[in-house]
DNA sequence: CCAATTTGACCGAT
DNA sequence: ATCGGTCAAATTGG
């Protein structure tokens, strides 16, 4: 629905297109993240292009260029013609709350969670890339083989679960069209915050541009706030955003913001490192204390495993002493997680799930 | 020794 | 009873 042929392209071709430009995009985001922080003091009139003031505008056109294709501009949307490029809403759920402390000992192990608690009204986003990486440090916790599948599918959850309590997973397998290619499922949202986040690089590098840059149709993150300015869909659903907070980080915007979505949750997919920028907007205009939620690794985690087996190795990758080790949970009250007002944060405390 | 992965067991849903 | 998802002991790697 979201994407439409309008006029005479065929919905898989945008929707193909539009798969790219999601592609083009994390590129984008991540390239960014390596970014040296730019003559942040000298945010004089006129300064020579900063790399990151490219990128950003480069990222506004791509927000424009997929609004547009995007048709309702709902590009957290669904388009599975083209097989690729999902976001299915999950029916709200009864209660799933379990904890069991179990102290494990011996191979009793007592009621787990287990089964497909798909219905908890978490979201999912499926999409398809040829690796596995995908800047965020997962941990493997499973592996199981499928029914109508001849290959295996791996469970990973978020490393900074029991860290941060970071609910994101994935489902990641390989297509069976497509060997070469993952078939890749996000659920849940990343609250981790990690040390070499690019968000903080970004809203510094963006600082400058908001002001008096010479591109309008930016998107920036200024220090003391987001402001977006003249993104097609934007203009078009008529939302204003300017925010507020020092964000240092944006947490994701579970609620749907307001106007469109109703009930359903809508959520960006870690899939996206970062919530899709004009959805952040909108929610940003909700919220008051944005976090960032997204988290990268920095140092590419080395490899791609992937030659010829793949499906293992990828996750977490080594790493062993790397990105892993962040105990960067020290005042929770630093970091900003936001479950403000806004609806949808059906389960909350998967996020927080236990204490220690 | 610690942390990540492997792998079979367990469990809820179908 | 079967399937898919998760847990956690055992294993592996750094």
Known sequence: MAFSSEGGVPAERVAAAV???????????????FLPPPPQAEQSSSRPPCAAELMDATMSKLMSAMATLGGSGDIAGEVDAAGRWTSVAESADPMVVRREGESSAGRTRRRRGGGS??????????????????????RKYGQKDIQNSPYP????RCTHKLDQGCGARRQTQ?????????????????????????????????????????????????????????????????????????????????????????????????????MQWDELAAAVGHVSSVGVTSSTVGSAPAAENDGGNGDTA???????????????????????????????????????????
Request: glycine share 16%.
């Open 19 to 33: 798969n790219d430009l999601v592609e083009v995009r994390d590129g984008l985001v991540r390239l960014r993240g």
């Open 153 to 156: 599918r791996s469970y990973y």
């Open 174 to 274: 390989r297509c069976e069209a497509d060997p070469s290619n993952y078939d890749i499922t996000y659920y849940g949202e990343h609250t981790c915050r990690d040390p070499s986040t690019i968000i903080p690089t970004a809203i510094a590098n963006a600082a400058g541009a908001a002001s008096d840059g010479p591109n309008n149709n930016i998107i920036s993150f200024a220090t003391g706030g987001v402001v977006v300015a003249n993104s097609s869909r934007l203009a078009r659903e008529g939302t204003t955003a300017t925010t507020t907070s020092a964000a240092t980080q944006l947490s994701s915007s579970w609620g749907t913001s307001g106007g469109g979505g109703g009930g359903d949750d809508v959520f960006s997919s870690s899939g996206e490192r970062f």
């Open 314 to 356: 990828a996750g977490g990758g080594g790493d062993g002493g790397g990105a892993g080790s962040f105990p960067s949970s020290p005042s929770a009250g630093s970091l900003g997680f936001v479950v403000g007002p806004l609806g949808s944060i059906e389960d909350v405390d998967d996020f927080f799930p236990f204490d220690p």
């Open 117 to 138: 608690r798909s219905g908890r009204g978490r979201s999912s986003n499926k999409r398809v890339a040829a690796t596995l990486e995908d800047g965020h440090v997962w």
